[in-house]
């Protein structure tokens, strides 16, 4: 029993055009025995960036207070508001600080920085970056997720296109996992003039 | 083989731990507490590693004291749990964690509504309207999804609870014994008779 399988749970986040969406499960268990069915694991940082955190719940939650403390530090030095792109590196710095004793999560990022450009990333537990175009995918669903995204994914989708592609793929990854599933949350981050606009949207899925 | 219970309903929650004290093939006591009331309006039942349960127990219930005589203000459920957890979550890296188990909760005052938080000794919390540790947990949590009202009035959700125990009398092998229940709402906590 892997110490990521413990409590289980899997995100995935996707680019569209001049959107991008994040999606989680509500999954928290303890092994086989399913504890509660309302916990997220994708968190806000700005208006229009948003961390996802799969993984040990209690580091999820640890690594989320972190993170939370460290972007308000940044948008108090330097009185504007943390992009996705440094956002991304800020997390990867937060986990190889613990490079020998890590926390067991591996995160991924969505986001639109300032001029409304769609930028995602993923990383594993100790802080490695993957810049993927297209789509990332964690958690105790990733392999399936990977093969639901792989399929489903084009480029250029439009929000309301990339909702269902994200929720698609979320959904029927989650069925074959024992460990995610149990409800099913979806964030689509779109420009609104020059103000982020999130939409959070609750899956009706399996609740098994 | 320590069991506890957490229960919510409109405008209280329930606390039920089982009182027997075992080492290995012995009851050595079956009136233990495995309670301790933290807070005007808040209980934290505990189970896990005899010893580190009642030390982070006191070590909690003297920390929310603290607080109160500090700042003239209690912790309301919601900040109490918060605090519990990243005391748990620093104490599983340590060199000696507590393996304690948690059932954390009460009545918010200043909200006006009830709160339960099942917490581990990795440091996870989840917000639950229902709870069990232990492997008591496999028998009831499946009676408490069928039955429980969200809205119950006290006796209601104390028959959710008979239900429960029930369960465990008659399914689990090990006879548990009496249990310890307390309710927290509005006006303190209290002990009932079930």
Known sequence: MSIMELNGGSCVAMVGKNCVAIACDLRLGNQALTVATNFSKVFPVTPSTLVGLPGLATDTMTVWEKLRFRTNMYEMKENRKISPQTLAHLVSSTLYEKRFGPYFVEPVIAGLDNSGVPFIASTDLIGCINFAKDFVVSGTASEKLFGMAESLWEPDLAPEELFETISQTLLNAVDRDAFSGWGAIVWVVEMDGSEGKVTKRWLRGRMD | ?194
């Open chain 2, 1 to 194: 083989m320590e069991v506890s219970f957490g229960i919510t309903g409109k405008d209280y929650v329930i606390f039920a731990s089982d009182t027997s004290s075992v080492r290995s093939i012995v009851r050595m006591k079956s009136d233990e507490d495995k309670q301790k009331e933290i807070g005007k309006h808040l209980v934290m039942a505990y189970s896990g590693e005899p010893g580190d349960t009642v030390q982070f127990a006191e070590y909690v219930e003297r920390n929310m004291r603290l607080y109160a005589i500090r700042n003239h203000i209690a912790l309301r459920p919601s900040s109490a749990a918060s605090w519990t957890r990243a005391e748990l979550a620093k104490s599983i890296r340590s060199r000696n964690p507590y393996s304690v188990n948690l059932l954390l909760g009460g009545w918010d005052p200043t909200s006006n509504t009830p709160h339960l938080y099942w917490l581990d000794y990795l440091g996870t919390m989840a917000t639950v309207p229902f709870a069990a540790h232990g492997y008591g947990a496999y028998f009831s949590l499946s009676t408490m999804d069928r039955y429980h009202n969200p809205e119950g009035t006290l006796e209601e959700g104390l028959d959710l609870l008979r239900k429960c125990i029930n369960e465990l009398e008659t399914r689990f092998i090990v006879n548990l014994g009496k249990f310890k229940v307390r309710v927290a709402d509005k006006d303190g906590v209290r002990v009932v008779e079930l």
